[in-house]
Protein backbone atom coordinates (compact mmCIF):
# COMPACT_ATOMS: atom_id res chain seq x y z
CA UNK A 1 0.00 0.00 0.00
CA UNK A 2 1.37 3.11 -0.87
CA UNK A 3 1.72 5.91 2.16
CA UNK A 4 -0.74 8.27 1.07
CA UNK A 5 -3.32 5.90 1.58
CA UNK A 6 -2.20 4.92 5.34
CA UNK A 7 -1.97 8.36 5.67
CA UNK A 8 -5.54 8.77 3.91
CA UNK A 9 -7.21 6.43 6.32
CA UNK A 10 -5.72 7.52 9.09
CA UNK A 11 -7.35 10.64 8.41
CA UNK A 12 -11.13 9.30 7.99
CA UNK A 13 -10.80 6.94 10.87
CA UNK A 14 -8.79 8.67 13.40
CA UNK A 15 -9.80 11.47 16.10
CA UNK A 16 -7.88 14.44 14.70
CA UNK A 17 -5.80 15.72 17.39
CA UNK A 18 -2.01 15.42 16.53
CA UNK A 19 -0.85 17.32 13.36
CA UNK A 20 1.32 13.93 12.05
CA UNK A 21 4.31 14.27 9.79
CA UNK A 22 3.94 12.85 6.56
CA UNK A 23 5.50 9.84 7.07
CA UNK A 24 4.57 6.42 7.96
CA UNK A 25 7.02 4.40 10.18
CA UNK A 26 6.90 0.17 9.26
CA UNK A 27 9.52 -1.09 11.85
CA UNK A 28 12.63 0.05 13.66
CA UNK A 29 16.14 -1.85 14.19
CA UNK A 30 18.76 -0.22 17.01
CA UNK A 31 18.89 3.68 16.64
CA UNK A 32 17.25 3.34 13.14
CA UNK A 33 13.60 3.05 11.67
CA UNK A 34 12.27 2.42 8.58
CA UNK A 35 9.42 4.24 6.54
CA UNK A 36 7.13 2.23 4.28
CA UNK A 37 9.21 3.45 1.29
CA UNK A 38 12.16 1.75 3.13
CA UNK A 39 14.07 4.80 3.67
CA UNK A 40 16.36 4.73 6.96
CA UNK A 41 15.99 7.50 9.55
CA UNK A 42 18.27 8.29 12.56
CA UNK A 43 16.21 8.36 15.43
CA UNK A 44 16.86 11.13 18.35
CA UNK A 45 13.44 11.32 19.45
CA UNK A 46 12.61 7.83 20.93
CA UNK A 47 9.28 7.91 20.53
CA UNK A 48 9.53 10.86 23.10
CA UNK A 49 12.62 9.35 25.42
CA UNK A 50 10.32 6.34 25.28
CA UNK A 51 12.52 3.48 23.41
CA UNK A 52 15.46 3.55 25.83
CA UNK A 53 17.31 0.48 24.64
CA UNK A 54 16.30 1.12 21.00
CA UNK A 55 14.17 -0.99 18.55
CA UNK A 56 13.75 -4.44 17.83
CA UNK A 57 16.04 -5.23 21.25
CA UNK A 58 16.20 -9.42 20.89
CA UNK A 59 16.94 -10.33 24.53
CA UNK A 60 13.76 -8.20 25.24
CA UNK A 61 11.88 -8.97 21.80
CA UNK A 62 12.75 -12.80 23.62
CA UNK A 63 11.03 -11.90 27.15
CA UNK A 64 7.82 -10.19 25.45
CA UNK A 65 7.33 -13.42 23.26
CA UNK A 66 7.81 -15.89 26.38
CA UNK A 67 4.83 -13.64 27.98
CA UNK A 68 2.47 -13.84 24.94
CA UNK A 69 2.95 -17.53 25.26
CA UNK A 70 2.08 -18.01 28.72
CA UNK A 71 -0.12 -15.41 30.58
CA UNK A 72 -1.64 -12.30 29.35
CA UNK A 73 -3.85 -10.94 31.58
CA UNK A 74 -5.56 -12.06 35.15
CA UNK A 75 -6.85 -8.43 36.61
CA UNK A 76 -5.54 -7.18 40.57
CA UNK A 77 -7.65 -9.76 42.05
CA UNK A 78 -4.84 -12.08 42.09
CA UNK A 79 -1.37 -11.93 42.30
CA UNK A 80 1.03 -12.60 39.03
CA UNK A 81 4.82 -13.55 39.45
CA UNK A 82 6.03 -10.78 36.86
CA UNK A 83 4.52 -8.23 38.77
CA UNK A 84 6.78 -8.85 41.83
CA UNK A 85 9.84 -9.29 39.78
CA UNK A 86 9.47 -6.04 38.09
CA UNK A 87 8.28 -4.28 41.28
CA UNK A 88 10.85 -6.01 43.36
CA UNK A 89 13.23 -4.58 40.89
CA UNK A 90 12.26 -1.13 40.15
CA UNK A 91 11.55 -0.60 44.47
CA UNK A 92 15.38 -1.50 44.40
CA UNK A 93 16.46 0.48 41.61
CA UNK A 94 14.67 3.92 43.45
CA UNK A 95 15.05 2.79 46.56
CA UNK A 96 12.07 3.29 47.96
CA UNK A 97 8.95 1.03 49.67
CA UNK A 98 6.11 0.59 47.76
CA UNK A 99 4.94 0.51 44.01
CA UNK A 100 2.01 0.73 42.09
CA UNK A 101 2.04 -0.33 38.33
CA UNK A 102 -0.50 2.23 35.95
CA UNK A 103 -0.50 2.33 32.33
CA UNK A 104 0.82 5.52 31.69
CA UNK A 105 3.01 8.35 33.08
CA UNK A 106 -0.48 11.04 33.08
CA UNK A 107 -2.02 8.16 35.39
CA UNK A 108 1.25 7.64 37.48
CA UNK A 109 0.16 11.51 38.22
CA UNK A 110 -3.54 11.01 39.20
CA UNK A 111 -1.82 8.09 41.66
CA UNK A 112 0.24 10.37 43.22
CA UNK A 113 -1.91 13.62 43.75
CA UNK A 114 -4.60 10.63 45.09
CA UNK A 115 -1.94 9.97 47.64
CA UNK A 116 -1.68 13.97 49.03
CA UNK A 117 -5.44 13.76 48.84
CA UNK A 118 -5.23 10.75 51.05
CA UNK A 119 -2.32 11.89 53.25
CA UNK A 120 -4.45 15.41 53.69
CA UNK A 121 -7.25 13.55 55.13
CA UNK A 122 -5.50 11.05 57.17
CA UNK A 123 -4.29 14.67 58.83
CA UNK A 124 -7.55 15.87 59.31
CA UNK A 125 -6.21 19.10 57.07
CA UNK A 126 -9.43 21.31 55.90
CA UNK A 127 -10.52 20.68 52.58
CA UNK A 128 -9.00 23.82 51.11
CA UNK A 129 -5.62 22.14 51.48
CA UNK A 130 -3.23 23.18 48.46
CA UNK A 131 -0.48 21.45 46.52
CA UNK A 132 2.38 23.56 45.19
CA UNK A 133 3.29 23.02 41.42
CA UNK A 134 5.75 24.27 38.72
CA UNK A 135 5.32 27.18 35.96
CA UNK A 136 5.80 25.74 32.75
CA UNK A 137 5.88 22.35 33.95
CA UNK A 138 4.03 19.34 31.87
CA UNK A 139 2.30 16.31 33.89
CA UNK A 140 -0.02 15.03 31.46
CA UNK A 141 -3.30 15.68 29.55
CA UNK A 142 -6.13 14.01 32.12
CA UNK A 143 -7.97 16.43 34.37
CA UNK A 144 -5.95 15.75 37.05
CA UNK A 145 -2.38 15.54 35.83
CA UNK A 146 -3.68 19.06 33.92
CA UNK A 147 -4.38 20.63 37.02
CA UNK A 148 -0.91 20.79 38.17
CA UNK A 149 0.57 21.86 34.75
CA UNK A 150 1.35 24.77 34.84
CA UNK A 151 0.63 26.26 31.13
CA UNK A 152 -2.79 28.27 30.20
CA UNK A 153 -2.22 27.14 26.97
CA UNK A 154 -2.65 23.19 28.11
CA UNK A 155 -5.40 23.91 30.87
CA UNK A 156 -7.86 26.79 29.31
CA UNK A 157 -10.32 24.60 27.25
CA UNK A 158 -10.80 22.16 30.49
CA UNK A 159 -11.12 24.54 33.26
CA UNK A 160 -12.54 24.43 36.04
CA UNK A 161 -9.71 21.92 37.31
CA UNK A 162 -8.97 20.92 40.75
CA UNK A 163 -8.83 23.87 42.98
CA UNK A 164 -5.89 25.17 45.35
CA UNK A 165 -2.94 24.40 43.14
CA UNK A 166 -0.57 26.99 43.51
CA UNK A 167 2.50 27.58 40.85
CA UNK A 168 5.92 28.40 42.15
CA UNK A 169 8.81 29.53 39.37
CA UNK A 170 11.02 26.59 38.74
CA UNK A 171 14.57 26.91 40.33
CA UNK A 172 13.61 29.84 42.41
CA UNK A 173 13.35 28.95 46.40
CA UNK A 174 12.33 31.78 46.92
CA UNK A 175 8.94 31.43 45.33
CA UNK A 176 8.04 28.48 46.73
CA UNK A 177 8.67 29.29 49.91
CA UNK A 178 6.56 32.65 49.43
CA UNK A 179 3.54 29.96 48.73
CA UNK A 180 4.45 27.31 51.43
CA UNK A 181 1.80 27.46 54.61
CA UNK A 182 0.00 25.36 57.42
CA UNK A 183 -2.38 24.23 53.84
CA UNK A 184 0.72 23.14 52.12
CA UNK A 185 0.16 19.19 51.71
CA UNK A 186 2.83 18.66 49.07
CA UNK A 187 5.13 20.07 46.68
CA UNK A 188 5.66 18.31 43.07
CA UNK A 189 7.44 19.08 40.08
CA UNK A 190 9.76 17.43 37.66
CA UNK A 191 13.02 16.78 38.30
CA UNK A 192 14.25 18.15 34.77
CA UNK A 193 11.30 19.83 33.17
CA UNK A 194 11.41 18.40 29.81
CA UNK A 195 8.09 19.97 28.05
CA UNK A 196 8.81 23.27 29.62
CA UNK A 197 12.60 23.69 27.84
CA UNK A 198 14.80 21.19 29.08
CA UNK A 199 15.49 22.61 32.41
CA UNK A 200 17.08 20.59 35.14
CA UNK A 201 16.48 21.47 38.82
CA UNK A 202 19.74 22.85 40.53
CA UNK A 203 21.16 21.51 43.39
CA UNK A 204 20.05 24.18 45.95
CA UNK A 205 16.47 24.50 44.58
CA UNK A 206 15.89 20.46 45.32
CA UNK A 207 17.42 20.21 48.12
CA UNK A 208 15.82 23.34 49.61
CA UNK A 209 11.98 22.64 48.35
CA UNK A 210 13.18 19.04 50.04
CA UNK A 211 13.80 20.59 53.41
CA UNK A 212 10.68 22.90 52.85
CA UNK A 213 9.08 20.20 52.99
CA UNK A 214 10.69 18.56 55.71
CA UNK A 215 9.31 21.60 57.94
CA UNK A 216 5.94 21.38 56.75
CA UNK A 217 5.37 17.92 57.08
CA UNK A 218 3.90 17.94 53.51
CA UNK A 219 5.20 15.59 50.54
CA UNK A 220 7.91 16.11 47.77
CA UNK A 221 6.30 14.18 44.47
CA UNK A 222 9.22 14.24 41.45
CA UNK A 223 8.00 13.43 38.16
CA UNK A 224 10.52 11.06 36.82
CA UNK A 225 8.15 10.19 34.00
CA UNK A 226 10.49 11.92 31.19
CA UNK A 227 14.06 12.01 32.60
CA UNK A 228 13.90 8.86 35.10
CA UNK A 229 14.92 5.54 34.03
CA UNK A 230 18.51 6.48 32.95
CA UNK A 231 18.24 9.08 30.92
CA UNK A 232 20.17 11.88 33.27
CA UNK A 233 23.25 9.26 33.84
CA UNK A 234 21.52 8.32 36.81
CA UNK A 235 18.66 5.57 36.76
CA UNK A 236 16.86 8.57 38.89
CA UNK A 237 17.54 12.09 37.89
CA UNK A 238 16.85 12.91 41.49
CA UNK A 239 19.79 10.01 43.02
CA UNK A 240 22.46 12.88 41.24
CA UNK A 241 21.59 15.17 44.08
CA UNK A 242 21.15 13.14 47.11
CA UNK A 243 17.56 13.80 47.78
CA UNK A 244 14.77 11.45 47.89
CA UNK A 245 10.88 11.98 47.15
CA UNK A 246 8.20 10.82 49.53
CA UNK A 247 6.43 9.91 45.79
CA UNK A 248 8.02 9.19 42.42
CA UNK A 249 6.14 8.83 39.09
CA UNK A 250 7.99 7.03 36.21
CA UNK A 251 6.80 5.76 32.97
CA UNK A 252 7.56 6.02 29.21
CA UNK A 253 11.12 4.30 29.12
CA UNK A 254 9.85 2.03 31.76
CA UNK A 255 8.23 -0.29 29.16
CA UNK A 256 10.62 0.67 26.18
CA UNK A 257 7.37 1.18 24.16
CA UNK A 258 5.14 -1.78 26.15
CA UNK A 259 2.14 0.96 28.06
CA UNK A 260 3.29 0.72 31.56
CA UNK A 261 4.00 3.63 34.59
CA UNK A 262 4.38 3.49 38.15
CA UNK A 263 4.16 5.44 40.81
CA UNK A 264 6.14 4.53 44.06
CA UNK A 265 6.08 6.60 47.53
CA UNK A 266 8.25 5.38 50.66
CA UNK A 267 8.00 6.71 54.56
CA UNK A 268 4.43 8.47 55.20
CA UNK A 269 3.36 8.35 51.59
CA UNK A 270 3.81 5.15 51.44
CA UNK A 271 0.85 4.02 54.02
CA UNK A 272 -1.06 6.71 53.09
CA UNK A 273 -3.56 5.10 50.57
CA UNK A 274 -5.17 1.55 51.76
CA UNK A 275 -7.07 -1.18 49.99
CA UNK A 276 -10.07 0.28 47.78
CA UNK A 277 -8.57 3.52 47.55
CA UNK A 278 -7.28 3.11 44.01
CA UNK A 279 -7.18 0.48 41.21
CA UNK A 280 -6.84 -0.35 37.56
CA UNK A 281 -7.66 -3.24 35.19
CA UNK A 282 -4.75 -3.41 33.10
CA UNK A 283 -1.98 -2.15 35.67
CA UNK A 284 0.10 -4.31 36.37
CA UNK A 285 -0.54 -7.11 34.52
CA UNK A 286 1.92 -10.05 33.12
CA UNK A 287 2.44 -8.66 29.63
CA UNK A 288 3.72 -5.66 30.73
CA UNK A 289 5.30 -6.14 34.02
CA UNK A 290 7.37 -8.61 32.28
CA UNK A 291 8.66 -6.46 29.80
CA UNK A 292 9.76 -4.08 32.71
CA UNK A 293 11.28 -6.50 34.61
CA UNK A 294 13.47 -7.51 31.68
CA UNK A 295 13.76 -3.65 30.68
CA UNK A 296 15.58 -3.13 34.30
CA UNK A 297 17.71 -6.52 33.92
CA UNK A 298 19.40 -4.57 30.50
CA UNK A 299 19.42 -1.76 32.25
CA UNK A 300 21.79 -3.29 34.97
CA UNK A 301 23.78 -5.98 32.07
CA UNK A 302 24.52 -3.17 29.75
CA UNK A 303 25.38 -0.94 32.14
CA UNK A 304 22.84 2.06 30.61
CA UNK A 305 23.76 4.95 33.28
CA UNK A 306 27.52 4.65 32.46
CA UNK A 307 26.93 4.43 29.48
CA UNK A 308 25.03 7.53 29.49
CA UNK A 309 27.07 9.48 31.47
CA UNK A 310 30.01 8.72 28.29
CA UNK A 311 27.45 9.59 25.31
CA UNK A 312 25.86 12.00 27.25
CA UNK A 313 29.04 14.41 28.05
CA UNK A 314 30.06 13.74 23.80
CA UNK A 315 26.68 14.69 23.13
CA UNK A 316 27.19 17.82 25.13
CA UNK A 317 30.79 18.88 23.73
CA UNK A 318 28.90 18.58 19.94
CA UNK A 319 25.92 20.58 20.87
CA UNK A 320 28.10 23.24 22.53
CA UNK A 321 29.60 23.21 19.17
CA UNK A 322 26.62 23.93 17.24
CA UNK A 323 25.71 26.84 19.54
CA UNK A 324 29.18 28.64 19.19
CA UNK A 325 28.56 28.09 15.31
CA UNK A 326 25.14 29.55 14.67
CA UNK A 327 23.85 32.87 16.16
CA UNK A 328 20.10 31.34 15.72
CA UNK A 329 21.04 29.09 18.94
CA UNK A 330 20.46 30.98 21.75
CA UNK A 331 21.15 28.37 24.50
CA UNK A 332 22.08 24.92 25.21
CA UNK A 333 21.20 23.11 28.81
CA UNK A 334 20.26 19.42 29.90
CA UNK A 335 21.99 16.77 31.14
CA UNK A 336 22.82 13.38 29.90
CA UNK A 337 20.83 12.22 26.90
CA UNK A 338 18.37 14.94 27.71
CA UNK A 339 19.23 18.31 26.39
CA UNK A 340 17.90 21.06 24.53
CA UNK A 341 18.94 23.92 21.88
CA UNK A 342 17.33 27.34 22.51
CA UNK A 343 16.94 28.76 19.08
CA UNK A 344 15.54 32.61 18.16
CA UNK A 345 13.20 31.32 15.95
CA UNK A 346 10.39 28.62 15.65
CA UNK A 347 11.97 25.57 15.17
CA UNK A 348 9.43 23.83 13.34
CA UNK A 349 10.74 24.34 10.39
CA UNK A 350 14.24 23.03 11.25
CA UNK A 351 12.68 19.67 12.78
CA UNK A 352 10.19 19.15 9.64
CA UNK A 353 14.01 19.66 7.17
CA UNK A 354 15.75 17.19 9.21
CA UNK A 355 12.85 15.05 9.37
CA UNK A 356 11.85 15.22 5.29
CA UNK A 357 15.27 16.07 3.67
CA UNK A 358 17.84 14.41 6.40
CA UNK A 359 15.83 11.49 7.31
CA UNK A 360 16.81 12.73 11.11
CA UNK A 361 13.99 12.03 13.84
CA UNK A 362 14.01 15.33 16.48
CA UNK A 363 11.19 16.72 18.13
CA UNK A 364 10.91 19.84 20.18
CA UNK A 365 10.04 20.96 23.41
CA UNK A 366 8.08 24.57 22.65
CA UNK A 367 7.99 26.66 19.74
CA UNK A 368 12.02 27.37 20.22
CA UNK A 369 13.57 24.25 21.40
CA UNK A 370 15.05 21.57 19.88
CA UNK A 371 14.69 18.45 22.27
CA UNK A 372 17.18 15.76 21.87
CA UNK A 373 16.20 12.43 24.00
CA UNK A 374 17.66 9.61 22.07
CA UNK A 375 17.86 5.81 22.46
CA UNK A 376 19.98 5.93 25.38
CA UNK A 377 22.21 2.95 23.71
CA UNK A 378 23.30 5.49 20.98
CA UNK A 379 27.39 5.40 19.94
CA UNK A 380 29.09 9.10 19.80
CA UNK A 381 28.94 7.86 15.75
CA UNK A 382 25.13 8.67 15.73
CA UNK A 383 25.84 11.85 17.52
CA UNK A 384 28.43 13.25 14.90
CA UNK A 385 25.91 11.72 12.13
CA UNK A 386 23.24 13.52 13.97
CA UNK A 387 24.90 16.80 14.00
CA UNK A 388 25.89 16.92 10.66
CA UNK A 389 22.41 16.17 9.71
CA UNK A 390 20.80 18.85 12.21
CA UNK A 391 23.48 21.61 10.35
CA UNK A 392 21.99 20.59 7.02
CA UNK A 393 18.87 21.23 8.66
CA UNK A 394 19.46 24.64 9.90
CA UNK A 395 21.29 25.77 7.27
CA UNK A 396 18.48 24.80 4.84
CA UNK A 397 16.50 27.01 6.75
CA UNK A 398 18.62 29.63 7.30
CA UNK A 399 18.73 30.12 3.33
CA UNK A 400 15.27 30.01 2.93
CA UNK A 401 15.00 32.68 5.01
CA UNK A 402 17.31 34.64 3.41
CA UNK A 403 15.33 34.55 0.17
CA UNK A 404 12.52 35.77 1.65
Not at 187 to 211: C, D, S
Amino acid sequence: MEKQQYIDRAEHALYKIYNRFPVVFDHGDGVKLYDTDGQEYLDFGAGIAVLGLGYNCQELNDAVKAQIDKLWHTSNLFYNEPAVAAGEKLQKAAGMEKVFFTNSGTEAIEGALKIAKRYAYNKGMAPDYEIIAMKHSFHGRSLGALSVTGNDHYQEPFAPLIPNIKFAEFNNLDSVKSLMNEKTVAVLMETVQGEGGIYPATEEFIKGVRTLCDEHDALLMLDEIQCGMGRTGDMFAWQGYGVKPDVMTVAKALGNGVPIGAFLASGKAATAMVPGDHGTTYGGNPLVCATASKVLDLFEEKKITEHVKEVGAYLWEKLDGLAAQYDCIAAHRGKGLIQGLEFQMPVAPVVANALLEQKLVLISAGTQIIRFVPPLVIERADVDEMVQKLSAAIEAVLAAEKQK
